[in-house]
């Protein structure tokens, strides 16, 4: 059996395919300007590095709450056996 769209759906799909090519060249454009900004201002890199560390450090400090908080209040031996704190 052939899975084919139907008609209506075929334009929105490709409707959507369009949409994602929009975005993609936009990120794209945002990337070539962050790297023309970053070549004529290096201490711009050192603080979008340093911004993306402060984030991920956030990130990981607050699932590791949120996994140990979960694993007392569900008392699951496997959950403890891999979250151990």
Same mark, same amino acid.
């Given at each position: 059996m052939i =899975? @084919?769209? &139907? $008609? #209506?759906?075929r334009e929105? $799909? &490709? &409707?959507? !395919?369009?949409? &994602? #090519?929009?975005? @993609?060249m936009i990120v794209g454009i *945002?990337? *070539? *300007?962050a790297g023309i900004l970053i070549a004529l201002y290096p201490? =711009? $890199?050192?603080?979008i590095v340093a911004g993306i560390l402060i984030f !991920? #450090? *956030? !990130?990981f400090v607050t699932v590791s709450y949120h996994y140990k908080k979960a694993s007392k209040r569900l008392e699951n031996p496997y959950l403890d056996f891999f979250i151990r704190f």
């Amino acid at each position: 059996m052939i =899975l @084919t769209p &139907k $008609l #209506g759906e075929r334009e929105r $799909l &490709k &409707k959507r !395919s369009l949409n &994602k #090519g929009v975005w @993609t060249m936009i990120v794209g454009i *945002i990337f *070539i *300007i962050a790297g023309i900004l970053i070549a004529l201002y290096p201490p =711009l $890199l050192a603080l979008i590095v340093a911004g993306i560390l402060i984030f !991920s #450090g *956030i !990130s990981f400090v607050t699932v590791s709450y949120h996994y140990k908080k979960a694993s007392k209040r569900l008392e699951n031996p496997y959950l403890d056996f891999f979250i151990r704190f």
